[in-house]
């Protein structure tokens, strides 16, 4: 009989639920989006009912496609955002909304925790640059502007845990897997650093135990069983944050590979054997979701989320052709920009919506077209917008270059921009280095699958369900005859952020936007 492994993705946006054979073949699906709201500039926020409603959901049509008997069910496994807090109460019940990861209304209490830890010092304790952007100046946050919600709060918990509780675990614990974006762990021992918990105002009695990816907690309640249709008694295990998820679930888990997952957010993670490989610091450390090592990453916080917000706001056009054409706005997206010449006719994207993160960190940078003009066309503005997030990217790859002994020696994408060839395509002429695209698009389920595979026993380690479950669909080759423009595209890209930070702008404006709005 197939067994299977169901993977559960609670993304920002929406969750995805997938099930999986022993091989790695995708059984069911099944997704349900979710929003955020920004109540304040440069905050965001999430109800934690809608994620376990979307989890449900997801999760019901999972297993209403794969039709499967209940006995061919081993285990769950879950990944979760990283550094989206949830603020529960001593029944672990929500006490307000969850505060997401690209939240950046902390700037002030980064800058107070300067005072006590140098940035070169945090980054060394932590695998993170000091950075508002992080849980820990958070909840430093709370305890200064919401005191009375802080000293209500019993657990400041991640949505690893919180989500598994609901789903039937009677172990309480994280991993540190799930912790690289709270910005409080000491890296070097995996666990929480209680320097930065010092900084934050809290103690380890607030948070969860730290374990380790795989670990078993529990098995499906009867309760969670009549709201998901996941059959009760199901092996539930820890899986990690979702970039660990993702790397798992392209197979990165051996030195000099790394993954790039495009998503809402762009977030590139490598494998590291040892902290000692490491030789710069534009990225930041974490646990990885194999046991006992490490990954190192870096990120683009904004790369769906512009193609989204376009979709959203002017993509009418492309909805409407979408829906005569059946196919979805962002194919038609791609296929639009794809008529306009490389280079865009000299336009050029910022896709810091939210932020920019590496290699600046810079949590008042906001995004923009820049040189627009008046022969610009429609396709030459979808064409911006596609280079932008890819130089963004860029940014990044470079930064894995230069910050790890011996680089990266293979680079997969993953995730729902993969989709478009034409995207694809674009991003290794920018890079200017071949990518390959994994078989299976939504890796970070899949890699949530696998743990849950190998904590329910059903593969001896990490490396033997990678073996079986992971494997490559198409390699793309960057076109050298591009290689030029988009080398002097990206000088200009970057030149034009670092006049502008340089120079305060985006500061002046955060202050403005801050004061007015």
């Known amino acids: 009989m197939t067994k299977a492994f169901i993977g559960i993705d609670a993304g920002t946006t929406g969750c995805t639920v997938m099930i999986f054979d022993e091989a790695g073949r995708a059984l069911g699906h099944g997704y349900k989006e979710y929003p955020c709201s920004s109540p304040h500039p440069g905050w965001s926020e999430q109800d934690l009912g809608a994620v376990w409603n979307g989890i449900c959901d997801a999760s019901r049509q999972a297993v209403a496609q794969a039709n499967l008997p209940d006995e061919a069910y081993e285990s769950v496994g879950l990944s979760s955002q990283r550094g989206t807090v949830c603020l529960l109460d001593d029944r672990k019940r929500p006490l307000a909304p969850s505060i997401v990861w690209n939240d950046a209304r902390a700037t002030e209490n980064a800058e107070e925790f300067a005072r006590h830890i140098s940035p070169e010092e945090h980054h060394e304790h932590t695998g993170m640059q000091l950075s508002p952007l992080w849980t820990a100046s958070k909840i430093a946050w709370l305890r200064d502007r919401q ?287 071949p990518v390959h695209v994994t078989w299976e698009r939504e890796c970070t389920v899949l890699g949530a699958a696998i743990l849950g595979a190998v904590g329910a026993g059903a593969f001896t380690d990490v490396d033997e369900a990678v073996g079986a479950m992971v494997h490559i669909e198409r390699d793309f080759e960057p076109n050298n005859n591009l290689a030029g423009l988009y080398d002097d595209q990206h000088q200009v890209y970057r030149g034009f952020y670092e006049a502008m930070a340089n120079g305060g702008a985006y500061k002046k404006h955060a202050a403005f936007s801050e004061k007015h709005f």
């Open 147 to 433: 005191p009375e919600l802080f000293n209500e709060i019993a657990w400041f918990a991640n949505g690893q845990e919180y989500f598994l509780h609901l789903l039937g675990a009677e172990k309480w614990e994280t991993d540190p897997a799930s912790l690289t974006l709270n910005g409080m762990m000491e890296i070097s021992k995996l666990d929480w650093s209680d320097r930065i918990l010092d900084l934050c105002g809290i103690t380890r009695d607030r948070l969860p135990p730290v374990g380790i990816p795989t670990g078993f907690v529990g098995t499906v309640s009867k309760e969670a069983s009549e709201a998901t249709g996941i059959p009760a008694g199901v092996k539930l295990c820890r899986g990690a944050g979702d970039q660990q998820c993702a790397a798992v679930g392209a197979g990165v888990i051996k030195q000099g590979l790394a993954e790039f997952t495009v998503g809402t957010a762009a977030v590139m993670v490598a494998h590291l054997d040892s902290l000692d490989r490491i030789q710069g610091k534009n990225l930041w450390w974490g646990g990885h979701g194999v046991p006992h090592h490490w990954n190192i990453e870096g990120a683009a916080f904004a790369l769906g989320a512009c193609l989204k917000w376009w979709r959203d706001t002017i993509g009418s056009d492309e909805i409407n052709l979408g829906r005569d054409s059946g196919t979805s706005p962002f194919a038609v997206m791609v296929d639009e920009a794809g008529r306009a010449k490389p280079g865009a006719g000299g336009l050029l994207f910022h896709s810091f919506l939210t932020s920019q993160v590496t290699p600046y960190y810079d949590a008042a940078a906001r995004g923009g077209f820049l040189g627009l003009g008046l022969h610009h066309s429609r396709q030459d503005m979808l064409r911006a917008l596609l280079e932008g997030c890819a130089n963004e990217m860029r940014m990044v790859v470079d930064a894995f270059d230069s910050d790890i002994a011996g680089g990266i020696s293979e680079l997969r994408l993953t995730g729902g921009g993969t989709k478009s060839p034409g995207f694809v395509q674009i991003m290794s002429d920018i890079f200017q280095r």
